[in-house]
């Protein structure tokens, strides 16, 4: 009776234990990842003019996209944003 009890706290703790080690293992996965490039927000805002800098000329200043975003379009299709 002891032991079953013993063993059932032992398989408990062996989930739980495992579970927060699996938690742990993808939470600091997903912090390494980098996405995109660093850039000084304060130059790109003295260069920014609202109503005349066009997606063009920030495209200039910032280079082309390194990935584009996929959305559902209203009519359920898929489309590159």
């Given amino acids: ?3 079953e009890y013993d063993q059932e706290i032992l ?4 989930s739980r234990l ?9 939470i ?4 390494a990842v980098k996405l995109g490039r660093d850039f ?4 790109l805002a003295s260069k920014v ?3 005349m800098t066009t997606q063009n000329r920030l495209r200039s200043w910032l280079g082309e996209h390194t ?3 996929v959305g559902p379009a209203t009519d359920g299709e898929r489309f590159d944003q």
Avoid at 18 to 26: D, F
């Fill in 1 to 3: 009776m002891l032991v």
């Fill in 11 to 14: 398989c408990l703790c062996f």
């Fill in 18 to 26: 495992t579970v927060i080690l699996v938690s742990l293992l993808l």
């Fill in 28 to 31: 600091s996965a997903c912090t």
């Fill in 40 to 43: 000084d927000v304060g130059v």
């Fill in 49 to 51: 003019e609202q109503g």
């Fill in 67 to 69: 990935s584009v975003g």
